[in-house]
Nanobody, 129 residues
């Protein structure tokens, strides 16, 4: 069974930094970095899941929502088979449950939640003002 496992959420003051990590377990583990586009989405109660960032397995390209561009950075660690989202200069509006998602598709619908086949359980970020 495929699982995506997120870690790193928590409470941080506005202006602070936090790092989220995502790895896979199950059949896709060994190919997680090389064959899956991995993305981070976030969701607050009453709103749709929102794209945050993605890193493509095809060319290593990185993509960001305008709201986080210049503050968040996505990267992958081939040795640890982990995708990391470094979040800097956090704002209260960044508070949400953050979800890791993975897709083996070669297309470029990075921003669309339905494009992803696998999802983690989510990790909560709280930003105090």
């Amino acid at each position: 069974q495929v699982q995506l496992v997120e870690s790193g959420g928590g409470l941080v003051q506005a202006g602070g930094s936090l790092r989220l990590s995502c790895t896979a377990t199950g059949p896709i583990y060994s190919d997680f970095i090389t064959s899956y586009t991995t993305a981070w989405f976030r969701q607050v109660p009453g709103k749709e899941r929102e794209f945050v960032s993605a890193i493509s397995w095809v060319d290593g390209g990185t993509y960001y929502a305008n709201s986080v561009k210049g503050r968040f950075f996505i990267s992958r660690d081939d040795a640890k088979i982990t995708v990391t989202l470094q979040m800097n200069n956090l704002k209260p509006e960044d508070a949400a449950v953050y979800y890791c998602a993975a897709s083996p598709r070669p297309g470029r619908n990075y921003y669309t939640a339905s494009w992803y086949d696998f999802w983690g359980q989510g990790t909560q970020l709280i930003v105090s003002s």
